[in-house]
T-cell receptor, first 113, second 113 residues
Framework: DGGITQSPKYLFRKEGQNVTLSCEQNLNHDAMYWYRQDPGQGLRLIYYSQIVNDFQKGDIAEGYSVSREKKESFPLTVTSAQKNPTAFYLC????????????FGPGTRLTVT | GESVGLHLPTLSVQEGDNSIINCAYSNSASDYFIWYKQESGKGPQFIIDIRSNMDKRQGQRVTVLLNKTVKHLSLQIAATQPGDSAVYFCAERGEYPGNQFYFGTGTSLTVIP
């Protein structure tokens, strides 16, 4: 996990509520990413950010939002518009977007009932 | 990456034997590949990477082989240990302009003591 912190490890929410997942890094990496992992599937990119105050949608951005106000932080909000939010969410960082290896945090398991 | 499905391919090896985990990638223009190890409930850990201008790269007890002709990657683990039990998956970097990584579904390795 290195210097990437995701909290909390487990999160439970009722359907219809927005929830924000935290991701903090002290690796001084420019790029940060959010992925979603579902059983039997590869990681899927939700959003990524190459630099502070800038971010781009990944393949499955619908129902999610992000912000990048500080280099160290890239929080992900799962909104009520996300149809199937229960999943394992992984934050990752890299020195430069997609050119170098990505390092992952420990993940947050979100359960929405 | 590997085929998508509900069940992961599995591999069981005896402690001390060598393990070979395979990955077929989809894009002949992919130029960078990474192998990750993921233990249950944790984030993926970077193991080793290889760029498309190489056929082979060695790390500590691990070797990655790249066959661009048949779009195939393999990860070889020497003298497999119980601590190597985990899910292993490959990631390929897509081509410009997106450049994002695409992840395989993984192979579950079990080491028998």
């Amino acid at each position: 996990d290195g210097g990437i912190t995701q909290s909390p490890k487990y999160l439970f929410r009722k359907e219809g509520q927005n929830v924000t997942l935290s991701c903090e890094q002290n690796l001084n990496h420019d790029a940060m990413y959010w992925y979603r992992q579902d059983p039997g599937q590869g990681l899927r990119l939700i959003y990524y950010s190459q630099i502070v105050n800038d971010f781009q949608k990944g393949d499955i951005a619908e129902g999610y939002s992000v912000s990048r106000e500080k280099k160290e932080s890239f929080p992900l909000t799962v909104t009520s518009a996300q149809k199937n939010p229960t999943a394992f969410y992984l934050c990752a960082t890299s020195r430069q977007d997609f050119f170098y290896e990505q390092y992952f945090g420990p993940g947050t398991r979100l359960t929405v009932t | 990456g590997e085929s998508v499905g509900l069940h992961l391919p599995t591999l069981s090896v005896q402690e001390g034997d060598n393990s070979i985990i395979n990955c077929a990638y989809s894009n002949s223009a992919s130029d960078y590949f990474i192998w990750y190890k993921q233990e249950s409930g944790k984030g993926p850990q970077f193991i080793i990477d290889i760029r498309s201008n190489m056929d082979k790269r060695q790390g500590q007890r691990v070797t990655v082989l790249l066959n661009k002709t048949v779009k195939h990657l393999s990860l070889q683990i020497a003298a497999t240990q119980p601590g190597d039990s985990a899910v292993y998956f490959c990631a390929e970097r897509g081509e410009y302009p997106g450049n994002q990584f695409y992840f395989g579904t993984g192979t579950s390795l079990t080491v028998i003591p």
